[in-house]
């Protein structure tokens, strides 16, 4: 079982030095909920709480959009725990009363800390499931029994199929971050999971971007919901920052360095599009003399959890990350995003620089633009419906990057359909080869 401390940050309004009762809508919950969050010096919810939590204290089924960082999923679980103390029944072998599935191991472990942090005067019991570990632990939780499990569609795949996992008797389907989902390839998958899921229960459906493809997918899985948009037509906080520095290619690393050995840059992320990009500049980094580390899905599990706590606690002053691997991070005090690579994806951006400016802090976002991602510039424009700042001032200022016209690559604007992540050396055991020839030829590749 999930034993992590960890403080869900974002997840309400700016914390209050004096201790005070809870208000608006969190008044509206049991007692021993109402002690956690005040524990937490939390007083007024976020918007996202303040429409949510009463719908779903009803039993409504809800289809949200909102960014990251604004309280989500405090939103779904604090009225989740509520639910399952007013109608507490003991839990029962591999059979959770709710299942809440997220795209990556990062986000799941902080649906699990959340978990933790509010339901601590509460008898819930939870877990949660991920590839890239030993499933030991994983299987004996299920074993005890809990009420709430957290995964990753892939490791639960493998748990069901083993017959460790059984979800005939759900009440509670939570999926969030959809739209990531939907780009990790993971939709085939859930819609496997939905099959052995009943079709009487509550359902909430989140995505950051809300499209009409995937407005039809979640509608596929919601009955009658009540839909809540937090800010949908502004992709960016005000309070960041934003700037483009054109860079010939060549030069990125030594761009970098420079902005780096600014001292107001205190605690930096650099998105990276490839793994072993990600690798190269840690190496650079700390060669110029600056502490980094990175995390991607070539790094193991320890490594990775490793990693993020030596980022969260100073010892690393530079994060370097993967889009995927970064999805769902809850870090305080994030005072620039730096995309070392533009995303391939407009909306990427949004993702990525949403890291900073934090329970109403200011933020810094950087992007290192050469001719090659010159196209992808023009794309994130185009969603903001303006030019991010430019900023000439710096010593590798390329205008032929600034006018590049070079197109973008054939699969500019999607992420390439990804393999669901592998669950360890126990795949091989997962079940019997008749069955295993039924599920679809996947290259046998980990995820970022």
């Given at each position: 079982m999930n034993e992590q401390k960890k403080q869900d940050r974002s997840s309400f309004a700016r914390p209050n030095p004096e201790f005070q009762l809870p208000q608006g809508v969190f008044s509206s919950l049991i007692t021993e909920i109402q002690r956690a969050v005040a524990a937490e010096g939390y007083v007024i919810p976020t918007p996202i709480q303040e429409k949510c939590?009463?719908?779903?204290?009803?039993?409504?089924?809800i289809l949200g959009c909102a960014q990251t960082g604004t309280g989500k999923t405090a939103a779904f679980v604090l009225p989740l725990l509520?639910?399952?103390?007013?109608?507490?029944?003991?839990?029962?072998?591999?059979?959770?009363?709710?299942?809440?599935l997220a795209p990556t191991r990062e986000l799941a472990a902080q649906i699990g800390a959340s978990i933790q942090t509010y339901g601590k005067y509460l008898r819930i019991t939870h877990t949660v499931i991920f590839g890239g570990v030993s499933q030991n632990r994983q299987v004996s939780a299920m074993k005890r029994g809990i009420d709430i499990l957290v995964a990753t569609p892939g490791r639960l795949l493998d748990l069901m199929e083993q017959g460790f996992v059984h979800l005939n008797k759900l009440e509670v389907f939570i999926l969030d971050e959809g739209d990531?989902?939907?780009?990790?390839?993971?939709?085939?998958?859930?819609?496997?999971?939905?099959?052995?899921?009943p079709n009487k229960r509550q359902t909430m459906f989140f995505s950051a971007t809300m499209p009409q493809k995937m407005v039809n997918l979640a509608?596929?899985?919601?009955?009658?919901?009540?839909?809540?948009?937090?800010?949908?037509?502004?992709?960016?906080?005000?309070?960041?920052?934003?700037?483009?520095?054109?860079?010939?290619?060549?030069?990125?690393?030594?761009?970098?360095?420079?902005?780096?050995?600014?001292p107001e840059v205190r605690k930096a992320i650099v998105f990276t599009q490839m793994k072993h990009t990600a690798n190269k500049v840690v190496k650079i980094l700390e060669e110029a003399g600056i502490r980094s580390t990175a995390i991607h899905g070539n790094k193991s599990q320890t490594m990775r959890t490793k990693a993020l706590d030596g980022f969260k606690?100073?010892?690393?002053?530079?994060?370097?990350?993967?889009?995927v691997a970064a999805r769902g991070l809850d870090v305080d005090d994030i005072t620039h995003v730096i995309n070392?690579?533009?995303?391939?994806?407009?909306?990427?951006?949004?993702?990525?620089?949403?890291?900073?400016?934090?329970?109403?802090?200011?933020?810094?976002?950087?992007?290192?633009?050469?001719?090659?991602?010159?196209?992808y510039l023009r794309e994130i424009e185009r969603l903001l419906g303006r030019e991010v700042p430019l900023e000439t001032e710096h010593s590798f200022h390329c205008e032929e990057s600034r006018h590049s016209q070079l197109p973008a690559p054939k699969n500019f604007g999607r992420n390439p359909r990804r393999p669901r992540e592998q669950s360890g050396s126990n795949r091989s055991h997962s079940k019997p080869a008749s069955r295993r020839h039924n599920r679809p030829n996947r290259t046998r590749q980990g995820r970022r």
């Open positions: 939590i009463p719908h779903l204290l009803k039993g409504r089924d509520q639910r399952l103390t007013q109608a507490y029944i003991r839990p029962q072998r591999g059979t959770p009363r709710v299942l809440i990531r989902m939907l780009d990790m390839g993971f939709i085939p998958d859930i819609k496997r999971i939905l099959t052995q899921v509608h596929a899985m919601v009955r009658d919901p009540v839909r809540v948009d937090i800010a949908p037509d502004k992709p960016t906080l005000d309070t960041i920052d934003q700037k483009v520095l054109f860079v010939g290619k060549k030069n990125k690393n030594e761009l970098l360095v420079s902005i780096l050995h600014d606690k100073g010892r690393y002053r530079v994060l370097v990350a993967t889009d070392f690579d533009l995303p391939m994806e407009a909306e990427t951006y949004v993702h990525r620089i949403g890291r900073t400016a934090r329970a109403g802090a200011r933020g810094h976002a950087v992007s290192l633009c050469c001719a090659e991602d010159r196209a």
